[in-house]
């Protein structure tokens, strides 16, 4: 009775065993998988990460480089506090006549936020690096691009 009990045995295990193999979609990627395949995302906990976007334990300890107020020349500030849902808002007065609050991450390159449609991203810096004669010999600085930059107090 053993002896029959195996051999009905050996092929559902065998069967158990074996992967079928996988038929390509047109662009050349497996379609059929074991288990849910979630998409890339940038967003925090999704542990998928793209364009340089940080793992999220590593974007808290990042972040805190990031937090806080930052002043510029002639009124000019940038708060950066983070987000209940992942990521950075920032607050900003950015030159005389605008101000405004943005959504940012932090990547690897610094501080990424849209602004009027543009792509920007702030890093860290020093005062030579804003190009602005005010904040020249800071040592904690942001820098968005020539002319635009926040040091800490």
């Known amino acids: 009775?053993?002896?029959r009990f195996s051999l009905l045995l050996a092929p559902l295990a065998l069967a158990a065993c074996a992967q079928p193999a996988p038929d390509p979609s047109p662009s050349g990627t497996p379609t059929d998988r074991v288990g849910p395949v979630a998409p890339p995302r940038d967003e925090p906990g999704s542990g998928q990460l793209r364009d340089n976007a940080v793992e999220p334990a590593a974007t808290a300890a990042l972040e805190?480089?990031?937090?806080?107020?930052?002043?510029?020349?002639?009124g000019m500030y940038l708060n950066v506090a983070r987000r209940e849902e992942g990521g950075v808002t920032l607050d900003m007065q950015w030159d005389l006549d605008?101000?405004?609050?943005?959504?940012?991450?932090?990547?690897?390159?610094?501080?990424?936020?849209?602004?009027?449609?543009?792509?920007?991203?702030a890093v860290l810096g020093d005062g030579d690096a804003t190009g602005?004669?005010?904040?020249?010999?800071?040592k904690e600085?942001?820098?968005?691009?020539?002319?635009?930059?926040?040091?800490?107090?």
């Open 1 to 3: 009775m053993s002896i």
């Open 64 to 74: 805190e480089r990031y937090l806080g107020r930052w002043i510029g020349v002639e």
């Open 98 to 121: 605008h101000r405004g609050t943005f959504a940012g991450s932090v990547t690897a390159e610094g501080l990424r936020f849209m602004r009027g449609g543009v792509a920007e991203t």
């Open 132 to 138: 602005l004669k005010w904040l020249a010999g800071k």
């Open 141 to 153: 600085c942001l820098v968005v691009k020539p002319g635009e930059g926040y040091c800490r107090t």
